[in-house]
């Protein structure tokens, strides 16, 4: 498939292991593989990721919002990095095939390269 998709959907939260039980227990959610810092959860179409608010891959501005972090997968990385560069909207670093960025309400989300597209970068953890 070619175009954006959404990929992992992020929270941040200190009880990422209960707020991961919540939706394991009421809405079904199955568990992935995980860490000490996050719980990683499968649906059909996405993964549901919960990470302690100290997750040092993510810019302490987006971990530190309540609201999810929603990733959209692109083709072409570079592209995306530099019209969300022109549009002033870049948060943190480029990290080569992912990124993140703020929508003009504010709003944070991670674009990163799809799989097709990868170079041995593997998203899951």
Do not use: C
């Not at 810092?37 to 971990?63: C, I, M, Q, Y």
């Amino acid at each position: 498939m070619s175009g954006p998709l959404i990929g992992p959907v992020f929270g941040f939260t200190a009880t990422h292991e209960t707020t991961a039980g919540f939706y394991t227990d009421v809405v079904g959610l199955t568990r992935g593989s995980g860490d000490p810092s996050s719980s990683w959860l499968k649906t059909g179409n996405a993964d549901v990721v919960f990470h302690s608010p100290d997750d040092r891959d993510t810019p302490p501005e987006v971990r530190a919002q309540a609201g999810f972090v929603v990733w959209f997968g692109v083709d072409d990385i570079r592209a995306a990095f530099e019209r969300a560069r022109q549009a002033g909207a870049i948060v943190g670093d480029f990290f080569g095939d992912y990124f993140f960025a703020r929508d003009p309400d504010g709003r944070y989300i991670g674009i990163h390269v799809n799989e097709e597209h990868a170079h041995g970068h593997d998203h899951e953890h």
